[in-house]
């Protein structure tokens, strides 16, 4: 088992960034692959980027490509999203993930693991 706990989310304006975290306990950090997803009302859960084992493949939604960054620090047990020149439709609850994966993933129904979220909204 694997418990995940996100912090970082807030309200901001269109233009900003934010940091989100993401603590895991449970099970060894360096076996987990990682993911954000986001989820906004009315839509379905989506992807925003993935992060392998060892931290050296990544793979991002199009949607956020050169605006987000992930990356994961194994030996605080941490994964992180910079998120920068943030938008109105990047407003959701952003949920982070993780599978004992070989692979990066990036479909919801790949990951076995989620925290319970943290909201993100960006007014214009």
């Known amino acids: 088992q694997v418990h995940l706990v996100e912090s970082g989310g807030g309200l901001v304006q269109a233009g900003d960034s934010l940091r989100l975290s993401c603590a895991a306990s449970g099970r060894t950090f360096s076996t987990l692959t990682l993911g954000w997803f986001r989820q906004a009302p009315g839509k379905e859960r989506e992807f925003v980027a993935t992060i392998s084992r060892n931290g050296m493949a990544t793979r991002y939604a199009d949607s956020v490509k050169g605006r987000f960054t992930i990356s994961r620090d194994n030996a605080k047990n941490t994964v992180y999203v910079q998120m920068n020149s943030l938008k109105p439709e990047d407003t959701a609850v952003y949920y982070c993930?993780?599978?004992?994966?070989?692979?990066?993933?990036?479909?919801?129904?790949?990951?076995?693991?989620w925290g319970q979220g943290t909201q993100v909204t960006v007014s214009s």
């Open positions: 993930a993780a599978d004992p994966s070989l692979f990066i993933e990036t479909t919801p129904g790949a990951y076995d693991f």
